[in-house]
């Protein structure tokens, strides 16, 4: 793997790095790269409260947002913005200021990759207002001074429109970091199910969550 | 009531806007949900007459369609919408109807009390 110079994660609620791109920041993070990790909502609006309920309307966000620090430290990513937007809010919001929040990050981090997800094939529509403001912002910027966009996506039917993922990352040597960060989401996931008794060798494991996905989205 | 057309609604929704407004918000699934199907879980909700102001909203999606909209101190959000009361100029009357044409979602804005 590569070092990256900076790379910028963008993403709206807590938990979206867990499934889809935890191993491959970790890969990226032993390789040497800084990672900033910008979540702009702290999913309050989940209905997710653990499974017997240990959260509440009230208290999710607190408890949600010592879960994304906890996810954090498990994948190495040591800097993590909050921007305290609210959940499925995204797309209602001032467009302006969302995208000039992200412009402020890439003109303070320079980063030469970014990852987010890819706007209308990301399904939640916070997924998509967060993915498509990611992408106007890096579009202000001039051609040469872009950071490469990798992007995640899980609409049915996408490949029809946006082909197959060009960038696929092994991570299978670090599923301790990435089942680490989907344990640390407690109120969302109930990790202990997904592992059994089953071990960090087992090929089913490694066959399920092994591989990350991207696309490389591709300005006109 | 008829379909939701997004022009028309965020037209009203820009109209409406920077003003103290009467709200009605709901949401059900119906009295009898349990009864009929013992798997789901019977649950409504509603707001009647609130007074709420906002500066910003919009309305999105490719039908059912979400309405958004920002308040000094928080948000009113509503996702499922269908229909809209055409004849009714002065209020922004939505509702969402399922495949069965019964109300599982309203929201409802107007400058005099409901």
């Known amino acids: 793997m590569e070092r990256e110079r900076h790379i910028l994660v963008v ?4 938990d979206d790095e867990a499934f889809g791109l935890s191993g491959t ?10 990672v900033t990790y910008a979540c702009l909502t702290l999913g309050e609006m989940g209905r997710n409260m653990g499974i017997p309920p240990f959260a509440n309307r009230v208290t999710l966000p607190e408890i949600r947002k010592a879960e994304l620090e906890a996810s954090c430290r498990a994948i190495g ?17 001032d467009q302006a200021l969302l995208e000039g929040q992200i412009g402020a990050l890439l003109d303070e981090l320079k980063p030469s990759l970014v990852l987010t997800f890819y706007p209308g ?32 996506a899980f609409a049915r039917d996408l490949e029809k429109a946006i082909g197959k993922p060009d960038v696929v990352v092994d991570i299978r040597g670090f599923l301790k970091q990435k089942l680490a960060s989907i344990e640390a989401h407690r109120s969302q996931f109930q990790a202990a199910e997904l592992m059994g008794s089953k071990t960090l060798e087992d090929p089913e494991l490694q066959e399920r969550f092994g591989t990350e996905r991207f696309w490389t989205y591709r300005f006109e | 009531m008829q379909l939701i057309e997004r022009t028309a ?16 918000l709901e949401m059900t699934t119906g ?13 409504a909700t509603f707001v009647t007459n609130a007074v709420v102001h906002y500066s910003l909203g919009s309305i999105s999606g490719n039908g059912p369609y979400r309405v958004g909209l920002k308040m000094a101190h928080g948000w009113i959000y509503s996702e499922g919408l269908t229909h809209y009361e055409e004849t009714d100029t002065e209020r922004l009357i939505l509702a969402g109807h399922d495949g069965q044409g019964k109300l599982v979602v309203a929201l409802q804005l107007s400058r005099e009390p409901f």
């Open chain 1, 77 to 93: 990513i040591s800097d993590l913005r909050m921007y305290g937007f609210h959940d499925k809010t995204l797309e209602f919001e």
């Open chain 2, 9 to 24: 609604i965020q037209e009203r929704i820009d109209r409406f806007k920077d003003q103290d407004l009467y709200l009605h």
């Open chain 2, 31 to 43: 009295a009898y949900a349990s009864h009929l199907d013992a798997s789901k879980h019977p649950a």
């Open chain 1, 121 to 152: 094939y990301a399904v939640h529509p916070d997924h998509d207002a967060t993915g498509a403001a990611v992408v106007r912002a890096i579009g202000r910027l001039p051609e040469n001074e872009r950071p490469r966009v990798h992007a995640m």
């Open chain 1, 25 to 34: 920041l970790a890969k990226y993070i032993e390789a040497g790269s800084p």
């Open chain 1, 11 to 14: 993403l709206p609620h807590p």
